[in-house]
Antibody, heavy 118, light 107 residues
Framework: EVQLVQSGAEVKKPGESLKISCKGSGFSFTSYWIAWVRQMPGKGLEWMGI????????KYSPSFQGQVTISADQSISTAYLQWNSLKASDTAMYYCARRSGTAYFDSWGQGTLVTVSS | SYELTQPLSVSVALGQTARITCGGNNIGSKNVHWLQQKPGQAPVLVIY???KRPSGIPERFSGSNSGNTATLTISRAQAGDETDYYCHVWDSTTDVVFGGGTKLTVL
């Protein structure tokens, strides 16, 4: 069974750093792209970026370029999303999703809620 | 950059057919995929490649795509179908593009 399991909810202060994770199982991790998607409270889905796990090729949405860092560790089938300095506006649910075929997202993590508040 | 336009809301009577549209410039030349997201849950793929259903998705869900509009059709709408739906495509300039989402209300 294909699964993406994300790290748990986080509560942080503005200016703090954070790295959340997405661990894949049940599929060949290095054969897929994994995307990160933001969903702010009560809002829609926003694509942040995507990483190809075979060679760690990364593409960022222009809206998030320079704001976050996407990485992966093939040895433990895990993708990461990282912030160096969080802002209150980063408060959101963050999902990872596996991209397949003609670029559809066929498997999603359960989401990681990030709350940034002083 | 490529944009997808969805209606904010669509209403359908219980047991009738709901149609949710996704508009984009020449979207008929792209593969359109649809996600269903229930409150407090991660999205679930319900249609991919315009018309295909993943295993486990009821036959009541179908899709079409032509010209500047793709459509998700939900036949015999049930109370459990009342939730948010998103279309998405791949575009050569922007990579992933999501529609803004449509809230389906079953009356």
């Amino acid at each position: 069974e294909v699964q993406l399991v994300q790290s748990g909810a986080e509560v942080k202060k503005p200016g703090e750093s954070l790295k959340i994770s997405c661990k894949g199982s049940g599929f060949s991790f290095t054969s897929y792209w994994i995307a990160w998607v933001r969903q702010m409270p009560g809002k829609g889905l926003e694509w942040m970026g995507i990483i190809y796990l075979g060679d760690s090729d990364i593409k960022y949405s222009p809206s998030f370029q320079g704001q976050v860092t996407i990485s992966a560790d093939q040895s433990i089938s895990t993708a990461y999303l990282q912030w160096n300095s969080l802002k209150a506006s980063d408060t959101a649910m963050y999902y990872c999703a596996r991209r397949s075929g003609t670029a559809y997202f066929d498997s999603w993590g359960q989401g990681t809620l990030v709350t940034v508040s002083s | 950059s490529y944009e997808l336009t969805q209606p904010l809301s669509v209403s359908v009577a219980l047991g009738q057919t709901a149609r949710i549209t996704c508009g984009g410039n020449n979207i008929g030349s792209k593969n359109v995929h649809w996600l269903q997201q229930k409150p407090g849950q991660a999205p679930v793929l319900v249609i991919y490649d315009n018309t295909k259903r993943p295993s486990g998705i009821p036959e009541r869900f179908s899709g079409s795509n032509s010209g500047n509009t793709a459509t998700l059709t939900i036949s015999r709408a049930q109370a459990g179908d009342e939730t948010d739906y998103y279309c998405h495509v791949w575009d050569s300039t922007t990579d992933v593009v999501f529609g803004g989402g449509t809230k389906l209300t079953v009356l």
